[in-house]
């Protein structure tokens, strides 16, 4: 059966003067994350990742442990979701009518719990259709970057193919909904919930893709025990 596995990126650098670089746990996560991968015997025919240092560094990193060398293809549209222009145009209107999210932002958004309320906020607002900031990109623009970007790589792979897509939170909970063939105010739950480095298996037949398995980091858990490390974090 033809796979798509998308690949959340290792952990980034939250509260750091540049978040899109991966941490040393980051590094670790996406580095055991290849190793995995290939002990299970999986072996990619293609991987591609957005134009983020995160992803292209996660995938670098997780390929390592491939038993041949696999170019990584980056396209844009596997970005993750445009959150610092999110919480610049439309945090001010979802403060509008959201005093709860007005409290949260009036205590600061450098604790990693509050500022994830935030985003659930804007995101949703985002996704609805009272949401027309022409300054920014629509979620209908977004949604069908995803959209397209998974009907290219299967078109251009073929059937038969394992491919590798190292990606961010967002860009795996647009995929997963649309797969499902959910609404956009659907797709937060499968946004917030994913782990870093945590694995998602899509099956596809020429125009047919269906969900294996959402969000699994079960061998960054085991590993965590053997290795007497934290390794499993969602920021």
Known sequence: ???IYLIRHGQASFGAENYDELSPLGRLQATLTGEHLART???F??????TLERQKDTGTLALAAQPDAIPL???ARLDEVRNDEHLEYLLPKVLETRPDIKAVVDQGLDSSKRFQKVIEAVFNYWVSPDCDEPAIQSWAE???GVHSVLRDIIKTQGGGKTIGVFTSGGTIAALTAAVLKLPGSATYQFYEPVFNCSVTQLFYSADRVSLSYFNDCSFLRELSVSRGEKLVTYR
């Open 73 to 75: 293809i980056e396209d």
């Open 1 to 3: 059966m033809a796979s």
């Open 45 to 50: 025919d293609a991987a591609y990742c957005g």
């Open 41 to 43: 015997g999986l072996k």
């Open 142 to 144: 977004y949604s069908e």
